[in-house]
């Protein structure tokens, strides 16, 4: 299975400060299509998870724009702009360019 | 309203047995393949099957923690989605999601104990 490594494990971050979530495959997230099938969920505490972020750097519908992704192959990060108390929670990385999908294990990002 | 509403959480024993539904509505239930994702007490989300469409034939696929004791199966008709659950052992204590992981699509779960 792909391995997603995440970091750091814990986000202390001001609020109104920026704040980065880097995550590491074990392999290329390059499907055979040509795309790169790298997403980002936020899990706010008590809910369910939601996508941010797909094929790397789309972020979904209703999304803030102080959300942002990047990278490419085996490296990616999750950049918040400005953060705001309403994103408090785990954030995941997840890939399904190979069976079966795997998960990061998880960055909780907290008010400092 | 674009939903997914998953039921059948309970407490059951180790060996036993447990059925999941998830009810789908506002898209097109049958144009979709339909995941099950899993996430135990404090801890992070592990994938545990899909079913794929019936031009497809279906097809499920599932992980290596709960082959051949889970099976998924759905309804288009009735736009749902089932994850039977057989010789549960402890370690299947979660609370189950049903989602499109292709879309942006997540249920609210529901909760499953494991417990003597």
């Known amino acids: 299975d792909v391995v997603m490594t995440q970091s750091p494990v814990s986000l202390p971050v001001i609020l109104g400060q920026p704040a980065s979530i880097s995550c590491r495959s074990s392999?290329?997230?390059?499907?055979?299509?040509?795309?790169?099938?790298l997403s980002w969920f936020q899990q706010r505490p008590g809910q369910s998870p939601r996508r941010l972020i797909s094929k790397v750097s789309s972020r979904d519908s209703g999304v803030p724009d102080r959300f942002s992704g990047s990278g490419s192959g085996t490296d990616f990060t999750l950049k918040i702009g400005r953060v705001e108390a309403e994103d408090v929670g785990v954030y995941y990385c997840m890939q399904f360019a190979h069976w079966p999908p795997t998960f990061g294990q998880g960055t909780k990002l907290e008010i400092e | 309203e674009v939903q997914l509403v998953e039921s059948g959480g309970d407490l059951a024993q180790p060996g036993g047995s447990l059925r999941l539904s998830c009810g789908a509505s506002?898209?097109?239930?049958?144009?979709?393949?339909m995941d099950w994702v899993r996430q135990a007490p404090g801890k992070g989300l592990e994938w545990v099957g899909h079913i794929k469409k019936k031009s497809e034939g279906y097809a499920t696929q599932y992980a290596a923690s709960v082959r051949g004791r889970f099976t998924i199966s759905r309804d288009d008709l009735k736009n749902s989605v089932y994850l039977q659950m057989n010789s549960l052992k402890i370690e299947d204590a979660a609370v189950y999601y049903c989602a499109d992981l292709g879309t942006a699509l997540w249920g609210q779960g529901t909760l499953v104990r494991v417990s003597p």
């Open positions: 392999q290329s997230l390059i499907y055979s299509d040509g795309n790169t099938y």
């Open positions: 506002g898209f097109i239930f049958s144009d979709h393949w």
